[in-house]
């Protein structure tokens, strides 16, 4: 059995948010910033989405059908970028690209989502930790 | 390493392989315009490349016989020529649920042009086709049907030539897609009474960027050229141009020789098996393989339930592992299955999934290879059902 | 055996073929789909290509470089996609009288359709293209000039860049047809300014069935995909579908895989040799062919008439023996040529012949081969002029 | 020098017609039946033309630029229908096809168009030695 190869990817930490998600609840189609992102390699879809209060990002939350990556790194990220304003969370989401694409870097600043880094040696399943990231990036290039 | 991805692509045995090395080796010249003898011998390898698949799908005649880069492309030159040629604002071309995007969005972008209706025929309980929903859904506006043969989804094969005679009967083309049945059990166009018939080489043992358009030569006849220049042409003035007759009017500019050829070897190799064999073989391996997985504790597959009506295409999901966890787990143990949507997003929907595990056999593969796939994806299912928290 | 139809098809070095076999035995898989570590391999290998032939002619985006089957499938994209979508009743198109089929019977049809007019650039004396025709033909009506980088008649190499400029300063666009360049010389797409440039692999060492489509990324990105199907697709509802990015959105269905590497091969061959070093090469065995090929007694020679200005192709006639008869003799002595019309019957008529003998060069050839040559074609003269009567 | 394979093909009556094609003239546009055919393959074309005189062919002439092989072809055939009726020509035509495709039988009735079976041996040039017969195959055809 070559399963513990897994471990570098199912860490524990990612398990467990895959399990039990934070902000993982239905959209209400009240808040004002939402979005629907399609992953077509492979057909999961993510739903996310927030308010916006004094610049800052409130209430974010994400729903949809995704393997336990998709979903550990929607976790994440919402975790992360909760109550953090425009320019914070696009620093953030450069960063995580940037370990996503497996180039070196202090990524301290990301946290928890640091653990991710592990599916660089998956590249097939990199749309998947990143799909989450993407639809936020397009939410905020929304000007309200 | 285990390799269950055949709907997507099959494995090349060795005669193939070397049939490409040998031409571009020893023949190695353009077809159908030399005068010397290796273009000769090239051509001849290219033509006899064609009698070979005539033979293999039993069509009436070698000029039915068109060679394409693949399904795709037979399918979408039938929408660009015999479509555009034939259906008009009203019409209603009919499709089913369960369909390969290949086989859908060449026919959306034909009736958007024209203003006419693309229909889908429903689906039963068990994934078969529904006949009385086709039978409703046909009337004398329709035109086309187009249908799957054989699923690459559901481990479906469909009832054609029922279909065909529907079909005929209120005045429209009948269109298989082969794309999943041609690799995997005889083929007689005539018998399944279709006009047209298509399939790709890389999916039964020959190489890629190869395929192929049958079309019942009076309807083919008719039909406008997809694309001009090169060999199809026989005289060309300033501003028109005449061109050859069939099959080689739609087949423009240098062809691909190798892959023609190469396809032709992939024939001989299943014809030496033998189709029924290849059908009865894959049809031992379903029935193995079926009632081990349905055992798995909180497995679904999806299509028929019982192994006799189920093809070598098996689509599943565990409760408890997304199916792309569940292929890169079975990928680290060198098992290679597909997860995903398998190109058929509007059967997702249907089936009210985002994707599905697919296994998909051939010739190749073995009850041992079954056995420890079982085995590992109990290990697997250990694995990420573990409390992490 | 002297193989000098070049312009026709190449022969394949050792380093294509096993690119080929590698794929075939080692990572195939279908590309862009399977989530497993052998699909993966092959997508790494096919985009690798792309990058290859990216570098090869100096593309500015990976994106911009498409496959396609060859320059004749490039041709036909250009005028069913961006020629369908921008060309309207009394607009015109321009093209030359050296033009291959592939790129004059694709602009009739489209011509005719939509009731624009096909116009011809003159050629001068030599073979030449008329800059000062070409010149006057553009007007604010012209909407698409395509015309050959290289001729594969004449031995011309047209200037492109000026043509370019032209072409622009009308408000069209310009396409070059590279399909008897881009394998013997070096190809800078950005300096040349033009909009699109088509070419084929098996022409430049690589396998049948795959070709380039290059194409501007701001007007590529404008145009709507050739073929629907497969993986250039994003989301497909029942009615509707979106697509992928550039370069996949058009690249439907299963691409020619093994066709795309080889090619990548064949880059990599030529690219080692250097392309500068292929031309100069080509060039000294035309300075030494073409003077003693004009010297036998009754020849005429089509195009330039010094070597100085004569690509590799060289086109010629003999009075008192027919190009067929001469390419039959040739061929019993191991020595192939073409002859015939070289699809380019426009050209025939314009230069007021029914065929010619073609010798084409490559990389490979030599100049015994060419004394051998001059040998052989005397004493088929003998042959053929002794009295039969 | 191996040039001798070529006599199979370029036999002495063959190179004889070749260099002093019979019935070799240009249209007069007035012939009652007239056809231009064309071998796609290399470009020759072929000019052939006849008048009908009491259902037999009279002033039959050819024209036009084509190799050896399709000029001794079109001379040995316009020599062998000429004053034929229909019926007879079209055996003839179907003899020279049966010859042509290589196929057994007894051709004398060809006379000296017999000796282009060695055509059958160059199968790259068979259309040469045929063009001629498909086109008074072809204005044969047409009733008037
Ligand atoms: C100038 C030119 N254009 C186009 C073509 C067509 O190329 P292909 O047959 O590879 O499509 C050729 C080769 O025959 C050519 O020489
Ligand atoms: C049912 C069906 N139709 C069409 C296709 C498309 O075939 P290709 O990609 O070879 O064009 C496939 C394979 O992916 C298929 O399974």
Same mark, same amino acid.
């Given at each position: 059995m070559s399963l513990h190869n897994l471990d570098n990817l199912y860490r524990q930490t990612i398990m467990a948010y895959a399990q039990h998600p934070h902000n993982y609840k239905p959209m209400l189609e009240t808040e004002s910033y939402h979005i629907r992102k399609y992953n077509p390699n492979c057909g999961d879809i993510i739903d996310l989405a927030f308010n916006m209060n004094d610049d800052k990002v409130t209430n974010i939350h994400f729903y949809g059908d995704g393997c336990?990556?998709?979903?550990?790194?929607?976790? +994440? +990220?919402?975790?992360?970028?909760?109550?953090?304003?425009?320019?914070?969370?696009?620093?953030?989401?450069e960063q995580f690209s940037k370990m996503a694409r497996g180039e070196d870097g202090d990524f301290k600043s990301l946290g928890e989502a640091q653990i991710l880094s592990g599916v660089t040696k998956f590249p097939t399943r990199v749309k998947c930790a990143t799909l989450a990231w993407h639809a936020l990036d397009e939410l905020l290039a929304i000007e309200k | 390493m285990i390799y269950f991805d055949n709907a997507a692509t099959s494995q090349k045995p060795q005669s193939v392989i070397d049939s490409l090395v040998d031409y571009y080796q020893n023949d190695n010249a353009n077809v159908h315009r030399g005068i010397y003898e290796l273009s000769e011998r090239a051509t /001849? !390898?290219?033509?006899? !490349?064609?009698?070979?698949?005539? @033979?293999? %799908?039993?069509?009436?005649?070698?000029?039915?016989?068109?060679?394409?880069?693949?399904?795709?492309? &037979?399918?979408?030159?039938?929408? &660009?020529?015999? =479509? !555009?040629? /034939?259906? *008009?604002?009203?019409?209603?071309?009919?499709? &089913?649920?369960?369909?390969?995007?290949?086989?859908?969005?060449?026919?959306? $972008? #034909?009736? $958007?042009?024209? =203003?006419?209706?693309? *229909?889908?025929? @429903?689906?039963?309980?068990?994934?078969?086709?529904? #006949?009385?929903?086709?039978?409703?859904?046909?009337?004398?506006?329709?035109k086309i049907v187009s249908v799957t043969h054989a699923s690459n989804v559901l481990g479906v094969v469909n009832p054609i030539k029922e279909l065909a005679q529907m079909a005929h009967e209120h005045g429209a083309i009948m269109i298989a897609d082969g794309a999943q049945s041609a690799p995997h059990m005889a083929i007689d166009v005539q018998d399944m009474d279709v006009d047209f018939f298509a399939f790709s080489g890389h999916k039964m043992l020959g190489p890629t960027g190869i395929? %192929?358009?049958? =079309?019942?030569?009076?309807?083919? @006849? *008719?039909? &406008?050229? !997809?694309?001009?220049?090169?060999?199809?042409?026989?005289?060309?003035?300033?501003?028109?141009?005449?061109?050859?007759p069939l099959p080689w009017r739609f087949e423009a500019g240098t062809p691909n020789i190798a892959g023609a050829i190469g396809l032709g070897a992939a024939v001989d190799y299943l014809t030496n098996i033998g189709m029924p064999e290849v059908e009865a073989y894959e049809q031992s391996l379903v029935s193995y393989a079926l009632p081990k997985i349905k055992k798995i504790p909180g497995v679904t597959v999806y299509g028929p339930q019982d192994s006799e009506h189920h093809s070598g295409v098996i689509a599943f999901n565990l409760d408890s592992v997304h199916a792309h966890d569940l292929a890169t787990a079975l990928d680290q143990e060198g098992i290679e299955v597909r997860a995903g949507h398998h190109c058929t997003q509007p059967l997702m929907r249907h089936l009210d999934i985002a994707a599905t595990v697919r296994v998909s056999l051939y010739i190749y593969n073995t009850r041992e290879e079954i056995d420890h796939f079982i085995d590992i994806i109990g290990k697997i299912k250990e694995y990420f059902n573990r409390e992490f928290a």
């Open positions: 336990a990556i998709s979903k550990a790194s929607a976790s +994440m +990220m919402t975790d992360l970028v909760s109550g953090k304003n425009r320019s914070q969370i696009t620093q953030l989401v | /001849n !390898a290219y033509e006899q !490349a064609r009698d070979k698949v005539q @033979n293999f %799908i039993h069509a009436k005649k070698r000029e039915e016989v068109l060679f394409t880069r693949g399904t795709t492309e &037979s399918l979408n030159w039938l929408a &660009s020529t015999y =479509g !555009a040629e /034939n259906i *008009k604002q009203g019409d209603e071309i009919l499709i &089913s649920y369960m369909e390969h995007h290949s086989n859908i969005v060449p026919w959306q $972008q #034909l009736a $958007q042009r024209v =203003g006419a209706n693309l *229909k889908y025929i @429903n689906l039963k309980a068990d994934g078969t086709l529904d #006949l009385t929903d086709a039978e409703e859904k046909m009337s004398d506006k329709t395929g %192929i358009l049958y =079309g019942r030569y009076e309807v083919l @006849n *008719k039909m &406008s050229p !997809a694309q001009f220049g090169g060999e199809m042409i026989e005289l060309v003035d300033l501003q028109e141009a005449t061109f050859q």
